[in-house]
C-alpha cells in the first residue's frame, strides 16, 4: 500500500488494480482495511480505526483513492464529491486507436473535447451503455478529454469527469471507438497480462474539509513499458 498524502483529516493512498476500496460480495480484504491497519500500527490507535470510504475505483483501475480519518472530513467531503464542488479529477487511459485513424509517433497536445452520453446501466451484466439522446432510465453523462500522446497502436488521453457514472470512463471512450486497453467488457481485443485496465486516477485536486487549503496529490504511473513509453 503506497500513501500519497495524509493528515489528521484525510489519507489518499494510490491503489493498485486488482483491489477493492470496500468489502463486497467476493469477500476479499479491501485497500479501506489495508489502510485502518497502517494508522492503527503508525499511530498505536487503540480499538477500532475510524476510516471513512469518500469514493470508489472499479476493481481493474489504478490510481488515487482518498479517505477521511475523522467523522467532520467525512460529512464534507462526501458533500464535496456528491456535489463536484471544489474538486477536480484527472485520469489517465491508454486507448485503442479508433478503426481506420491514421498512427502518428510524434507526441502532441491536443485541444480537449467535450463528450455527452446518457447512460444506462444493466445490473445483472455490470455494464453501462451509452445513448447519443435521453432514453428511459438513463442519465447524463459528461467529460472531456484530450490526447496527450500518440503512438502506433494505441494513444494516451487526459480525461476530466464532469458528471460521476457507473463506468463513465469506460464507457464513453469505448462509445467513440476508443476502447481502454485491457478492458475486454467494453470491447478491448486483448486482456492485459496482470488483468489490469489501463485505467489511472492521475490527479486530484481539492480544498481541504477542514484547513481549507488547496490540496494537489498525482498518483505515479503504473510499471508498465507501455505507460513509460506514451507518458510525456
Known sequence: MEVVYEDNHIIIVNKQSGEIVQGDKTGDRPLSDLVKDYIKEKYNKPG?????????LDRPVSGLVVFARTSKALARL?????EKEDIKKT????????????A?????????????HWLTRNEQQNKAYAHDHEV?????????YRTISRGERYDLFEIELLTGRHHQIRCQLSAIGHTIRGDLKY???RSNPDGSISLLARRIEFIHPVSQETIIAEAPLPHDPLWAALAP
Open 104 to 116: 502518428a509517433t510524434a507526441t502532441s497536445s491536443d485541444s480537449w473535447v467535450l463528450l455527452e
Open 91 to 102: 485520469y489517465w487511459a491508454i486507448v485503442e486507436k479508433e478503426k481506420g485513424a491514421r
Open 187 to 189: 470491447g478491448a481485443h
Open 78 to 82: 462526501n458533500k464535496m464529491f456528491a
Open 136 to 144: 428511459p432510465g438513463s442519465k447524463k453523462a459528461v467529460l472531456r
Open 48 to 56: 477500532a480505526v475510524f476510516l471513512g470510504v469518500v469514493h470508489r
